[in-house]
Structures are given as C-alpha cells and as structure tokens.
C-alpha cells in the first residue's frame, strides 16, 4: 500500500476533459447501435424479420454497463482512479474491435458486453475523480460538467452514427471508437503526474524488481500476441483463408465459428496464459474488492436487466425467462445482505447507503424512470402524426435531448450557493409539471412547434437540474475511501430506473391501449386506432410526470441549503494500491 498524488491544480482541468470525453464516448456509443442495428443484424445473418433475436446485441451492453459497476467502483476506490480509467479505456477498446469484426452472434454480443464493461466503468471512476480533485463545496460544477457530457454523448451518437453510415458500413463506427478511446488512453496516461516524495521511492529488493520487469514484459509480449492472433482469426483475410497451405489454420474445428478454429484456439490459448501470468497482480486486488458480494451483486443486476429487457410488452411485463431469473436475482439479494454483515471489508463498504445515499439512489432512480418516458414516447407520438418520419421524429426528440446538458451545468454551477435538495427537487418539480403537460398531448400538440418546444426543454433542463445535486450528495454522503463504489451505485440505481420503468410503463400504456382498442366500434378504423395509441403515450408520460414528482419530494430531504465545507481539500490522499 502506498498513496498517489493529486496532480497540480492547472492540470486537473485537461484530466477532468479527457475523462468526460471518454465518458461522452461511452454514452454516445450507447445509442449509436439504434441506427446500426439492422445492418449490425445482417451482419451476423440474422434477417430484419427475426427482430427479437437481437435483444442480446442491447441487452448485452446494459448487462455489461450495470452489472459489473459496483465493482469497478470499488476497484477506483483501491487504486488509482486514472488506472481505472485507462483500463475501462482499454476494455472499451477490445469490446469495439470485437465488435467490428464479428460476424457470428456470439462474438458480436462478448464484444457489446465487453463494451458495456467499459463504457459503463468510465462514468463512476471520473465522478470519484472529480471528489478527489475538488474540494466538497466545488464539487458542483466539475460534476455538471461531467454529467452534461454524457447526455451530449447520447446527443451527438446518433448524429455521428448517421454520418458514419452515409459514407461506410456499421462495422466503421467501432473501428472509431477503438480509435478515438485510444487517443483518449494517450491523453490521460499522458496526465498522469509522477509521483513525488516518498511514494516515489521503490524500495523493493533488486531482484524482485527484475522480477517484476520481467514479468510485465512477457504480459506485454503475451498480449499482443493473444490480440493479433484472436483479431486475425475473427478477421479471417480471405487472402489466407483460400491459400491452400495458409488457410490451414483457419478452417473451423466444430460448425463454422471463426473462434473455433486451430488459430482461433491458439489465440485465446494465448490470452489464458497471460491471464494466468499477471494473476498475482490483480488477484490480490479483486480479493481486497470483495470478489464474491461482487459475483452476488451482478448476478442480481444482470437478473433484473435481462428479466425487463427481453420481456415482450406487448405481451407481459416479465417473459418466460423472468420467471427463472427473477427469484435467482432474489435469491442472491439475500446472500449478498447475509454477507455484507459477515465479510470484513465488504463490497459497498457500510455507511455509504446511509440514510441520505439511500435517499440519493431512489432519486437517481426516478429520475431514470422519468428520462426514459421522454426518450422513448416522444419520437413514437411524432411518428404516429402524417407530419414527422423517422429522421423528424429524433429530431423533435433533441430539442429534450439538448436542453438536458444544459440543465446539467446550471444544476452543478447552482451548488456553489444553494442545496443539493433545493436544486434537484426544484428541478423534478419543473420537469413533472411538464410532464403533465405532456400527459395531455394530442397529434396536433406535438405538430404545434413552438409551444411543443417550450415543454420540451423545460422537462429536459428540469431533469439535467437533478444530475450533479444527486451525485453530490451520494458523494458527499460516503467517505472519501468509497467515493468510487458511491459513484457506481448512483449510476446503477438510474439505469435500472430506465430498463425497469420503461418495461412498467410500457406495459401499462400497452394495456390502455388494447383497452381503448376493444371498445372501439370498427377495430379497423385507422384514425381510431392513432387515437388508441395516443392515450398509450399519454399514460406514459403521465408515468414519467410521477416518477419526476415522487423523486422531487425525495430529493427535497436531502437539504435545501449549502452544506458548510468540511476540511475534505482536493489534494486529500487515500491510500491506493499502485503497484499493479
């Protein structure tokens, strides 16, 4: 155990930008996959008419992205935050690759889940950053700016996304996002200060110093070795392939899987050996992490994700396979409280979902809940008038979509005077009033321009309000040993918000409509039908309207004035492994 070094004052603002471009890389690549997957679908052979075989190439992405978050937070709070960053940045970069290579099923959702892994990592590593650079009563605006970005992300992956496809296939979108994370890698190892005074002093023995060089050096040899040789098995260059003697290697052992091949094999024969090689560094740390409430935590998130998101709403709420997975997920619920009591140094350490972060999570939760509402019903009451196609009907989203950043900052910057409670609940307030507004939209409400408008960025900078003042308060609600895994749990409670209010609200909108629908007296009435289908967006936003109401009285307790600042300086050490 040794301690790092906050880096100089003039330099954390390049590392906070590096950070929240990366976490605006993770996010944009969240909903780049909305236009791309078809042609991601046909990629694999999959047809446009088996549309529910490709559940996995999303839900693989969110079971990565939550799943695995509590533990990267934990890790971030163990080690060096920018290590973790680096190396979310580095699993985002296999994960793309991957990706773009696939041409099997299987392939492409390790590369989406792997993806997930490390977009997902970079949200709660840079918000435990910012804790660590920013003394608590600055917190605000380095948080604003932080969750700003990422809804930008979400903003300008589609724009991006569009652009790529204009001019090249899907499998050019992953490509720059290997590029562009490897930049971003560059930059912030780059930013990494020395360390100074004793920290920087390596006083191990002489020879377990070479022995420490050596071994990083067969890892390094190891895995570029294991990389090359697994990318040139799912590349499969049709040079090779249909040389007589070369394309050896390259004929499938079992079926017609690229991985399943003799160079394949020998590939991910390769990577084993270099897992097996560096297990003494990151076995130590994963234990110290509390690798089994971790195994606990994600089986019961990874439950619940791919409970509500391969549910059918048109059908049920929760699918077959939510029978199955549900009381799984409960089962290690119990578990993990058994052991949290029992482990010495679990998990989520005690004391960080204490009253006010408990109170901070089901804020976050709401507010998931009432994003995804607009997210996903705007464009499909757009798409229901003769005015708005695909492409109008997105654009009519952004203007929500634009106004939540914006929200974001003003909500961080209000923090140097005003409470956490105060901004947030004024925020939701705003936003829920909106949505009721919006509960009682018609076809022609949303064609009406201006005023359509006015709503829109009244519930996106309402909802972008709440962002930094519920990060701020988890954090500043956790001791600064657990900032990272406090981070994680606030991102995890919004985005089971979104998976599970959307599979709710859908459901209940769904049933109003086929209610509306039977009473109908010609079920073939096309204009009754829209009509239908108009009051299942309206029930949703009326959901959304009071999911943001509810998370407005939550967050109303977590106080309305500024908190005093307490002696938490930026460049306060936590003592971190470094050696790894």
Known sequence: MTETAAPPAPHRLALLTAASAAVALAAADTYVVVLALTDMMAGVGIGIDALQRATPIISGFL????????????????????????????????????????????????????????????????????????????????????????????????????????WSGWRAIFWLNAVAALILYAVIHLLGTRRSGPAAVDETHPAR???????????????????????????????????????????PLAGESRVLTPIGVVGLGLLTVLAVVTAPRWWTVLRRADLFGALLVAVALGSLVLTFASSDPEKEVVGTLGYSLLPLGAVALVVL????????????????????????????????????????????????????????????????????????????????????GLVAGVGLLVAGGGLLVMSRWTLESVGDTVPATVVLVVVGFGMGLALAPVNNAALAGSPADAHGVASALVVVARMVGMVVGLALLT?????????????????????????????QVQTVFLGGAAAALVGAAVA?????RRRAASRTPADAEVPRFVGL
Do not use: N
């Open 63 to 166: 079971l990565g992205y939550i799943a695995v978050l509590p533990l990267i937070g934990r890790l971030s709070d163990l080690l060096d935050r920018r290590r973790i960053l680096l190396g979310c940045l580095v699993v985002f970069v296999v994960g793309s690759a991957v990706t773009a290579l696939a041409v099997e099923m299987s392939v492409l959702v390790t590369g989406r889940v792997l993806q997930g892994i490390g977009g997902g990592g970079l949200v709660p590593a840079t918000l435990a950053l910012v804790a660590d650079l920013w003394p608590v009563d600055r917190r605000g605006t380095p948080l604003g700016v932080v969750g700003a970005v990422q809804e930008l992300g979400s903003v300008l992956g589609p724009v991006l996304g569009a652009i790529v496809l204009a």
């Open 209 to 251: 110093r070479a022995r420490r060089r050596s071994v990083t050096v067969a890892a390094a040899i190891l895995a570029v070795l294991g990389a090359g040789v697994t990318g040139l098995a799912l590349a499969a260059p049709q040079s090779l392939v249909t040389d007589v003697t070369l394309g050896a290697p390259f004929v």
């Open 337 to 420: 409280a058994w052991w949290h009591r029992r482990a010495a140094d679990p998990l989520i350490p005690r004391g960080v979902v204490g009253a006010r972060g408990l109170r901070s999570l089901v804020v976050s939760l709401l507010v998931g809940t009432a994003l995804v509402a607009v997210v996903v019903d705007v464009p499909l009451l757009a798409r229901l008038t003769d005015t708005y196609d695909e492409t109008g009907a997105a654009l009519v989203l952004v203007r929500f979509l634009l106004a939540v950043p914006v929200g974001a900052l003003v909500g961080g910057w209000s923090l140097r005077a005003l409470g956490d």
């Open 507 to 535: 459901s209940i909108g769904l049933s109003r409509y086929f209610e509306a629908v039977r009473r109908l007296p010609d079920p073939f009435d096309t204009d009754a039908l829209v009509g239908a289908g108009v009051v």
């Open 556 to 560: 109303f307790t977590l106080g309305t």
